[in-house]
């Protein structure tokens, strides 16, 4: 594309499985897969009636970049972000359940461009550059240097339900997304830094991934200390283990410890695991697990 050329979208949003072939034949679409990342979000959002929170991940693109998204205020501006959202409910656009891939328009005043109905976000700034296309390359397992073991699609994803009107499994998808990305060098474990409200970095939240992705974050509040001068941050709420959503892909290799670091998932006692390199592993499975199963805590 050259700099004088621009696409330009109101809204788009497909099935994450689909927008490479979709890309095919709309090039809007297409300009868009094109455009660099310049940091990945990992972001929490409130969910009505549920006591943790959902979560995404959010890719933030330079502005630079040659897409254009009509604002409510009727200008076109450079869009921000895409996201990769795990869905459990038929849209009204008619999307079936899945991975979603979202592109949005620019937040106003956000600096780090969190989301505006984000309750945190944990930022990692990317070097080496890629493309969205290669982001979207490696979670549909068709990027010609995967490692073994990482050949397998992971936007065929199911939530589960595991009370009245309760899904999980959010945390279940995002956790092999970001295994993947960051074996592949596309992210860091630890974030750069933790933000609340787009406005006060916070420095009492752990920032390495698999101590992070358990934390409930409910009841955040700020404020400013005697000085006002230092903002100051408050959290209650519980660790949240995470629970199996499904995997569609019978390739998929659910890990659920990546080297030194041993997520927390809470699984079926009699789960069949297997280890390979520094990696343990539970292979996909082929439905959604019974939330009536009794589960073991694995730490």
């Not at 497909?14 to 310049?38: F, H, M, P, W, Y």
């Not at 630079?64 to 501006?77: F, H, K, M, S, T």
Request: proline share 4%; charged share 25%.
């Amino acid at each position: 594309m050259s700099a004088t050329q621009h696409c330009k979208f109101r809204e788009m949003t497909c099935l994450l499985s689909v927008v490479l072939q979709n890309a095919k034949q709309d090039s809007t679409l297409n300009g868009i897969l094109e455009q660099r990342v310049k940091r990945v979000h990992i972001e929490f959002f409130p969910i009505a009636n549920q006591r943790k929170p959902h979560v995404v991940l959010r890719l933030i693109l330079y502005e630079c970049g040659n897409v254009l998204a009509l604002q409510d205020d009727g200008r076109w501006e450079t869009a921000g972000s895409c996201m990769f959202d795990s869905n459990n409910r038929k849209q009204t656009d008619g999307l079936d359940p899945g991975v979603i891939f979202r592109v949005h328009k620019v937040f106003r005043s956000q600096a780090w461009e969190m989301h505006k109905d984000s309750i945190i976000s944990f930022i990692y700034d990317v070097e080496p550059v890629h493309t969205i296309r290669e982001y979207i390359c490696v979670i549909l397992g068709t990027h010609k240097v995967l490692p073994e073991g990482h050949i397998s699609i992971l936007s065929l994803f199911e939530l589960t339900i595991v009370a009245e009107k309760t899904l999980d499994g959010c945390r279940d998808i995002v956790s092999q997304w970001v295994i993947r990305l960051h074996r592949m060098g596309y992210m860091k474990w630890i974030a750069d830094r933790a933000m609340l409200d787009d406005k006060v970095e916070c420095e009492h939240f752990p920032r390495e991934f698999h101590n992070f992705i358990s934390m409930g974050f409910t009841n955040l509040r700020t404020g400013l200390n005697k000085f006002d001068a230092v903002p100051q941050v408050e959290m209650t709420g519980d660790n949240i283990a995470m629970r199996f959503g499904r995997f569609q892909d019978p390739a998929v290799e659910r890990i659920i410890r990546y080297g030194d670091y041993t997520l927390p998932y809470v699984y079926p006692a009699k789960t069949t695991t297997c280890t390979r390199h520094d990696c343990l592993i539970v292979p996909s499975q082929s439905t959604t697990l019974d939330s009536s199963q009794k589960y073991s805590l694995n730490m």
